[in-house]
């Protein structure tokens, strides 16, 4: 083990209206023994007061791409959620002096992801209680983003140890008790991990890992202006991590006609039809399945 892990960070409300993470973030400030460990401290943090006051994803951009280190140290950025990067980097720490080890960010989706690990980097220590997570919990599945570095504009990118949590398929503004003790007991999970890990006492994780690197974003398909011309197939929606085959279809316009995805391999989408990600003109993201060894020791 290269390091002791001396503080670890729980955020929710990186969007205001994922409440998943809000209101498990609120229980662990009302029970903080909850999260407390013996050999490290945990701090919670309710990242975007002000649109979870509202009830709002955000107030003027998204915080969750509010973190660029090119942003944060431009003066000429101060719209809300710029000055809010700033107080949650002044909290956290930055990406070159850190005040956390390990980052917890608490997400929810529309999209029929179950439980999603999507690590801040692809890290031996992130890799490796990843795959811990997804062997004593089968359901949970781990991402790779197509940007899975400390670069990203991603709150959980001011650590490259920790990721982000999602868990869906879950509207907005909506508790699913399902999802949320599900969550909260992978977040149980991740604290033992890290306390048996510090006491040099590693818990046993398997060789090998199934990842999903994403590869490839799709819009839907729009006219000029921007308008919808078609939504999600039905035989493709609530399908996030089922294999797309090339030729299968994943759109069906307003006149009826399916249109097909043209790739030349199997893919598996994920964050299908996600409800935020029509302003970000994503209508899924694609990835590659994969098998990696892991390193034998962190």
Same mark, same amino acid.
Request: proline share 6%; charged share 20%; net charge negative.
């Given at each position: 083990?290269? %390091?002791?892990?001396?503080? *670890?960070? =729980?955020?929710?409300?990186? /969007?205001?209206?994922?409440?998943?993470?809000?209101?498990l973030v609120k229980k662990f400030q009302q029970f903080p023994a909850l999260t407390t460990r013996s050999s490290f401290e945990t701090i919670t943090l309710l990242a975007n007061p002000k649109a979870i006051e509202l009830n709002r994803r955000y107030i003027d951009q998204d915080l969750n791409r509010s973190?660029?280190?090119?942003? !944060?140290? &431009? @003066?000429?950025?101060?719209?809300?959620?710029? +000055?809010?990067?700033?107080?949650? *980097?002044?909290?956290?720490?930055?990406? #070159? +002096?850190?005040?956390? $080890?390990?980052?917890?960010d608490l997400h929810s989706t529309t999209s029929n992801m179950g439980l999603t690990i999507l690590p801040s980097t692809p890290d031996p220590f992130n890799l490796r209680l990843s795959a811990y997570l997804s062997q004593i919990y089968p359901d949970v599945r781990v991402a790779l983003g197509m940007n899975?570095?400390? $670069?990203?504009? !991603?709150?959980?990118? !001011?650590?490259?140890?920790?990721?982000?949590?999602?868990?869906?398929? *879950?509207?907005?503004?909506?508790?699913?008790?399902? !999802?949320?003790? %599900?969550?909260?007991?992978?977040?149980?999970?991740?604290?033992?991990?890290?306390?048996?890990? &510090? +006491?040099?006492?590693?818990?046993?994780? @398997? @060789?090998?890992?199934?990842?999903? +690197?994403?590869?490839?974003?799709? $819009?839907?398909?729009?006219?000029?202006?921007?308008?919808?011309?078609?939504?999600? /197939?039905? #035989?493709?929606?609530? %399908? #996030?991590?089922?294999?797309?085959?090339?030729?299968?279809?994943?759109?069906?316009?307003?006149?009826?006609?399916? =249109?097909?995805?043209?790739?030349?391999?199997? *893919?598996?989408?994920?964050?299908?039809?996600?409800?935020?990600?029509?302003?970000?003109?994503?209508?899924?993201?694609?990835?590659?399945?994969?098998?990696?060894?892991? $390193?034998?020791?962190?």
């Amino acid at each position: 083990m290269s %390091k002791l892990i001396r503080r *670890v960070a =729980i955020v929710g409300g990186t /969007h205001g209206n994922e409440w998943t993470g809000v209101y498990l973030v609120k229980k662990f400030q009302q029970f903080p023994a909850l999260t407390t460990r013996s050999s490290f401290e945990t701090i919670t943090l309710l990242a975007n007061p002000k649109a979870i006051e509202l009830n709002r994803r955000y107030i003027d951009q998204d915080l969750n791409r509010s973190f660029a280190s090119e942003d !944060l140290l &431009n @003066p000429k950025l101060i719209n809300y959620e710029n +000055q809010r990067a700033r107080d949650i *980097v002044a909290q956290l720490g930055s990406r #070159d +002096q850190p005040q956390v $080890d390990v980052i917890i960010d608490l997400h929810s989706t529309t999209s029929n992801m179950g439980l999603t690990i999507l690590p801040s980097t692809p890290d031996p220590f992130n890799l490796r209680l990843s795959a811990y997570l997804s062997q004593i919990y089968p359901d949970v599945r781990v991402a790779l983003g197509m940007n899975c570095t400390q $670069d990203a504009p !991603l709150l959980r990118s !001011l650590s490259p140890l920790g990721f982000t949590i999602e868990v869906g398929a *879950v509207a907005q503004s909506v508790l699913n008790a399902d !999802l949320f003790l %599900k969550t909260e007991q992978l977040i149980y999970a991740v604290l033992d991990y890290i306390e048996a890990l &510090n +006491q040099g006492k590693p818990l046993d994780v @398997p @060789p090998r890992l199934t990842l999903y +690197q994403a590869i490839e974003t799709i $819009d839907y398909p729009r006219d000029a202006i921007g308008n919808l011309q078609a939504f999600i /197939h039905p #035989d493709r929606q609530f %399908k #996030d991590y089922e294999p797309l085959q090339p030729d299968e279809p994943i759109f069906l316009t307003f006149a009826g006609e399916s =249109i097909c995805y043209q790739g030349n391999s199997t *893919v598996f989408p994920i964050f299908i039809n996600e409800a935020a990600y029509y302003e970000k003109q994503i209508a899924m993201i694609l990835t590659e399945k994969r098998e990696i060894e892991l $390193d034998k020791e962190y």
